[in-house]
Nanobody, 116 residues
């Protein structure tokens, strides 16, 4: 079955950096677009970034453009989110997502806290 496992979250100071990873299994990873979402306390889940199957095209929320970079390694079945110049408003649970066979699948999420 499809499984997505996020890692790399933690506590970081404003202006710092963090790299999230999402390990995927249960489907042919290289054929599917992948996305990162986040959800802050009391707020709706927000699309942060997405990447096409081969990694040639990426999209970002306006709030993270220029600071975050999504990438993937299809030989490792892993998608990454490099987060630089972090701000307190980036604090959220970050989850990766794939639409496979008409169904959306989610990982359990990893907590990112930006605070001094």
């Amino acid at each position: 079955q499809v499984q997505l496992v996020e890692s790399g979250g933690g506590l970081v100071q404003p202006g710092g950096s963090l790299r999230l990873s999402c390990a995927a299994s249960g489907f042919t990873f290289r054929l599917y677009a992948m996305s990162w979402y986040r959800q802050a306390p009391g707020k709706e889940r927000e699309l942060v970034a997405s990447i096409t199957s081969a990694g040639y095209t990426t999209n970002y929320a306006d709030s993270v453009k220029g600071r975050f970079t999504i990438s993937r390694d299809n030989t490792k079945n892993t998608v990454y989110l490099q987060m630089n110049s972090l701000k307190p408003e980036d604090t959220a649970v970050y989850s990766c997502n794939v639409r496979y066979s008409g169904t959306y699948y989610w990982g359990q999420g990893t907590q990112v806290t930006v605070a001094s």
